[in-house]
């Protein structure tokens, strides 16, 4: 009995030690990682293929890091902002490149486009959405953020 339950735990040893430790970051995606890292200001915002809101009453944010989107609306002149945090899936080797953003159980396939210090983001409106194929979008079905860059004060 004594051998046996030696033998169990030596193999239960074995095992632990023989488990790969999961890796805290994901798979290497490429370079737009990197290009994706900062802090971004909202330029414009489309919805059907039509300019959403008047910019002077949305100012939005976008910090992203390399896991991590967190957006920040402030409604100028209408009370408190929002935040909104997501987990982020970059797959840039995907024409158009991917990005999907998650909240608690919830994930919105989007895409994504980065020009030198401009950002294109487009993702579904509605919870069962499927990924945009393009930035343009007649049927309403996608929203369609344009963020510049914030640079970094010196």
């Known amino acids: ?7 169990l735990v030596a193999a239960l040893l ?3 030690f023989a488990a790969k430790e999961p890796s ?3 798979p290497p995606d490429g370079s737009d990682t990197g290009k994706l890292q900062g802090t971004w200001t909202l330029q ?3 919805f059907g293929g039509k300019a959403a ?4 009453t949305i100012k939005m944010t976008a910090k992203i890091t390399k ?5 920040e609306r402030d409604n100028v002149g209408k009370g408190a902002g929002t935040t909104m945090k997501y987990t982020i899936k970059v797959n840039n080797t ?10 608690g159980t919830r994930t919105m396939p ?3 486009e980065i020009k030198g210090d401009t950002l294109k983001l487009c993702y579904g409106a509605a919870a069962n959405a499927v990924r945009p194929t393009g930035f343009s979008d007649p049927n309403g079905r996608y929203i369609v953020f344009t963020f510049q860059r914030l640079k970094a004060k010196k």
């Open 14 to 16: 074995a095992m632990a």
């Open 24 to 26: 805290p970051e994901p």
């Open 44 to 46: 414009s915002l489309e």
């Open 94 to 103: 995907k024409k158009p490149a991917w990005l999907d953003m998650t909240t």
């Open 67 to 71: 896991t991590e989107l967190t957006m």
């Open 1 to 7: 009995m004594l051998k046996r339950q030696a033998l």
């Open 53 to 56: 809101g008047k910019l002077g």
């Open 110 to 112: 989007g895409i994504y």
